[in-house]
């Protein structure tokens, strides 16, 4: 495993950090050029592993003002969990040494809805797309107000998957008990541009 020089909290910093120059309108674009590309062939070393929704509103470098090698980005519709999503999270955590892992949920999400109709309707969509409605049916029903209330879900969705990383992947428990290694809930704004930590295992403040 390639270790990463910063602390879980340090990573989650720089992510908000870059965050809010993408809100203010300030973005540095940071690691964007030639001579950064080319130094950065042999090897990758990510702060951070992004766990998000495959929105196309969701660009993870755009949305924290990052460049190339900053994030190992992993996405999937709902940001929902199967073998080969957990697999590639764990090879940045344990391979890659990424200090931190940030589960970006956001408003106004196309999985949440459709868990949501097809609770209300009783019917569900076909083919694979029923496989990621029916991964996201728990969250709608543990959220208070979640068959109505689309932002509750998409918390509570968002915590649900925080936790179920940590319980279920032994790999990521580890270094989460070791102090190495941290896993974030965020969600964003798709209006404001904005991210917020709304859950955590393994940082500080915990």
Do not use: W
């Amino acid at each position: 495993m390639t270790e990463n020089a910063l602390s879980p909290d340090e990573a989650l910093a720089m992510l908000l950090d870059g965050n809010r120059r993408f809100v203010d309108g300030t973005r540095e674009h940071p690691h964007q050029d030639a001579d950064y590309r080319a130094a950065i062939a042999p090897a990758q070393h990510p702060f951070a592993v992004l766990f998000g929704c495959s929105d196309s509103r969701l660009a993870a470098e755009i949305i924290f003002d990052r460049g190339l090698g900053d994030l190992f980005v992993v996405r999937t519709a709902g940001h929902v969990l199967g073998p080969e999503v957990l697999g590639s999270i764990e090879y940045g955590v344990e391979v890659l040494g990424a200090p931190l892992v940030a589960v970006l949920g956001h408003d106004s999400c196309g999985a949440i809805a459709a868990a949501q109709q097809a609770m209300v309707s009783g019917s569900r969509p076909t083919g694979f797309t029923r496989d990621v409605v029916e991964r996201v049916m728990l969250s709608v029903l543990a959220a208070r107000d979640g068959l109505a209330d689309g932002d509750t879900a998409v918390e509570e969705h968002t915590r649900y998957t925080v936790d179920l990383l940590v319980d279920r992947s032994h790999a990521i428990a580890k270094r989460v008990a070791d102090g190495t290694c941290a896993v974030a809930g965020l969600t964003y704004r798709l209006g404001e541009g904005s991210a917020r930590v709304i859950a955590s295992r393994g940082l500080r403040t915990d």
